[in-house]
């Protein structure tokens, strides 16, 4: 039987109004009637061209970016504002660099008024979580880039939020690196039994760490096909190897191919 929608995605759009030189207003539709659903605890990550809307669909689940039409739904509660069962892992380096790595990732724990022992110990127990017990009183500048993401994502888990929404949060680092984190996520997905959507362009990344795969069409973006990765659930690098991984990749690019020719040859008419 499958599980019940823990957040619902109901024919949600986005549409921006461009001010345009002369004074007119132009309508640019950037999200286009995104109806999908994830179960709790399912790890989900969307793909798609660049400037597709994934990082907008994000913003609007987050509560960041009001939606122009459609409904977002957690446990059956409309999303209308940023929800403190929503916790958001941003792309860029978004830590405090005059902060150590345990203040970083109280700052939030203490915006809500919790007693600081109470701060610190949760605090230490995420900055555990992701590896990095040992460094709490290290800033920024002493950290490598995939360490100060685990900031990032410990501050996030410290807040205990049902739901993690990761925007690229590993494009800064190089391939191989990012793959290892992409490890330690699994793992502490798997630890925490946190639902998760993950934004990212890399599809191998995609692969190696999802259940399901969203592939999103270019602008206006819509969902055109939903992947279920049946993988082993421990996984490791090794993985990337496989038969079964490569036929998921594959399918994938052509996926993607074949909408970016599409888009193409809609640019050539156009022009």
């Given at each position: ?58 913003s ?35 830590i ?14 203490e ?18 979580l ?15 880039g ?6 990032a ?41 946190k ?30 096909e ?8 421990e ?37």
């Amino acid at each position: 039987m499958a599980s019940p929608a823990f957040l619902e995605l109901r024919q949600v759009s986005k549409v921006y109004s461009i001010r345009q030189k002369d004074g007119s207003t132009q309508k640019i539709e950037v999200v286009r009637e995104v109806t999908q659903t994830i179960p709790e605890g399912h790890f989900v990550t969307v793909v798609g061209p660049s400037g597709c809307g994934k990082s907008t669909l994000l913003s609007m689940i987050a509560g960041l970016n009001p939606i122009s039409s459609g409904q977002l739904l957690l446990k059956g509660v409309p999303i209308t504002s940023p929800h403190p069962s929503l916790g958001m892992v941003f792309q860029e380096d978004s830590i405090f660099p005059w902060m150590n790595a345990l203040e970083n990732v109280s700052f939030g724990l203490e915006m809500q008024d919790l007693p600081k022992p109470q701060c610190r110990k949760r605090s230490q127990e995420a900055l555990e979580l992701v590896g990095l017990k040992g460094f709490e009183y290290s800033y920024p500048k002493e950290l490598s880039g995939g360490m100060r993401q685990r900031v990032a994502i410990a501050r996030a888990l410290a807040l205990n939020p049902d739901i993690l929404l990761m925007d690229e949060p590993f494009a800064a680092v190089d391939p191989q690196t990012r793959m290892f984190i992409g490890t330690e996520l699994r793992r502490i997905w798997r630890e925490t039994g946190k639902t998760i959507l993950f934004i990212t362009h890399d599809i191998n990344e995609a692969v190696f760490l999802s259940q399901e795969i969203w592939v999103m069409s270019s602008r206006p973006g819509t969902i055109i096909e939903v992947v279920d990765i049946d993988l082993p659930a421990e996984r490791d690098i090794a993985i990337l190897a496989t038969d079964a991984f490569a036929q998921y990749t594959g399918h994938l690019w052509n996926v993607m191919r074949s909408e970016w020719e599409s888009t193409q040859e809609s640019a050539q008419h156009m022009a």
